[in-house]
């Protein structure tokens, strides 16, 4: 099997973001595992707010089709009030409007990194709910990284334990269920 396609997607759209910073983290450790990480930054599809009367806007379509082309994605996401950005949100609803393949089809892998000590686990219970109602296979070890301020290193390592080696463990598990399901398809 070629190198597994990995997409990276961030629900923090700022510049300084930890939760960017997280998502390069796990960028170097799948380019070092072998896979080829695929960047996906909702800024560059400009999502309207989702609203019924709207028009299924193009950017939806190809957001849908740029998921769906992965075998793998990462959601990376910070945590607003116990919950989900409603950046993240929003793509999530939109694109349900119009397909569910890039739920059903990639393996899905969630992250998150808070400044505090709780590390998004609000956030990450209710993002894998959400997407199990959509009919998505989500890895069970979820990434959770608190005191974004300790967890890299000066190159952007993540260094902090225990979340070092749950992204170990999350990517492994991304690859194996990749491959168990190109086996039998
Ligand atoms: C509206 C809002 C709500 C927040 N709620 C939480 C929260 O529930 N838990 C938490 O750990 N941090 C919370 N924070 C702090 C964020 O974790 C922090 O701003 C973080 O840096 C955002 O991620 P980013 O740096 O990737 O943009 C909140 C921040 C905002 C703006």
């Not at 997409?7 to 983290?25: F, H, M, T, V």
Request: glycine share 8%; hydrophobic share 40%; with cysteine.
């Amino acid at each position: 099997m070629s190198a597994p396609k990995i997409a990276l997607l961030c629900a923090s759209l700022r510049q300084g973001s930890i939760n960017k910073k997280l998502e390069s983290a796990l960028e170097k450790r799948l380019v070092a595992d072998g896979a080829e990480p695929v960047l996906i930054d909702l800024g560059d599809y400009d999502l309207p707010l989702y609203h019924g009367e709207i028009e299924l806007p193009h950017s939806v379509k190809r957001l849908v089709l740029d998921l769906t082309a992965c075998d793998g994605v990462i959601v990376v996401t910070p945590e607003y009030n116990g919950g989900l950005p409603p950046v993240l949100k929003n793509a999530i609803d939109w694109t349900s409007t119009f397909s569910t393949d890039h739920f059903t089809g990639p393996v899905w892998g969630l992250a998150s990194c808070t400044p505090g000590p709780m590390s998004g686990i609000m956030c990450l219970r209710q993002l894998n709910y959400i997407l199990m109602r959509v009919g998505t296979e989500v890895v069970p070890t979820q990434v959770g990284v608190g005191n974004a301020i300790t967890a890299f290193d000066e190159e952007g390592h993540l260094v902090s334990e225990p979340s070092s080696s749950l992204a170990e463990k999350m990517i492994a598990s991304l690859f194996l269920r990749i491959k168990q399901k190109a086996a039998i398809e």
